[in-house]
């Protein structure tokens, strides 16, 4: 296993700082962001000028739909009109050529038939952002992939060690959900600061390559 994806999602404040941590590295990051994070911002929201500087810098930006509402209820014709929205969000905003309007990563999780109707729709490649059904990601063929994640609430060592098991296995790529980044976590799908900083450090030592899901293209 030679790459590693950085998977972040829901367009915390902290997203730009990850960027440029990465790119010290000569990494790029996978920024799944749901569109109402710039149309509704909260207080703790990525402000979407700083959007634009992270897409313009070449880290790959994932559709994360419009409400960032969970999709498992909605009818087929619902979810085609989803992903044809986010689609024609993103094409707007970044031009129809854009990573996030070929990557959709729905809210939540995925399913056989959003796969299906995403790929209908113009997607190139869905993922789900949560770990299960294994069956939610596609990954340009001939990628295997394993899921591990950062959170605080497992602990770094269990990444450092997840990292290694697969630099040396079969996989070719690995997706690491880190979700957001905290100086002190608030809850367990946070990330620590100094734990991503550890886990980055340990990438370059095992020299794995990082440029998002487009990358293994
Ligand atoms: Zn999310």
Redesign the pocket.
């Known amino acids: 296993m030679s790459h590693v994806i950085w998977l972040f999602?829901?367009a915390g404040n902290t997203d730009g700082q990850a960027a440029a941590l990465l790119e010290e590295h000569g990494m790029k990051g996978a920024f799944?962001w749901?569109t109402n994070a710039f149309t509704h911002p909260g207080r703790e929201t990525l402000p979407w000028a700083e959007a634009q500087e992270i897409a313009a810098h070449g880290h790959e930006v994932h559709s994360?739909g419009m409400r960032?509402d969970s999709w498992s209820r909605y009818t087929e014709t619902e979810i085609a009109r989803a992903c044809r929205a986010t689609r024609q969000w993103w094409a707007n905003r970044l031009g129809r050529d854009c990573s996030a309007c070929k990557i959709i990563g729905p809210?939540?999780y995925s399913t056989a038939t959003i796969r299906r109707i995403a790929l209908e729709t113009g997607y190139t490649y869905t993922l789900s952002?949560w770990l299960t059904p294994a069956d939610s990601v596609e990954l340009p063929a001939g990628y295997e992939y394993q899921w591990i994640t950062c959170y605080h609430g497992e602990g770094p060592s269990a990444t450092l060690d997840a990292l290694d098991w697969a630099s040396k296995s079969a996989y070719r790529a690995v997706i690491c959900s880190l979700?957001r980044l905290r100086d002190e976590p608030a809850y367990d799908k946070e990330v620590r600061w100094s734990d991503f900083r550890a886990v980055i450090d340990h990438a370059v030592e095992l020299g794995l390559t990082a440029n998002g899901v487009l990358g293994l293209a």
């Open positions: 999602s829901d799944a749901a994360h960032h809210p939540y952002n979700h």
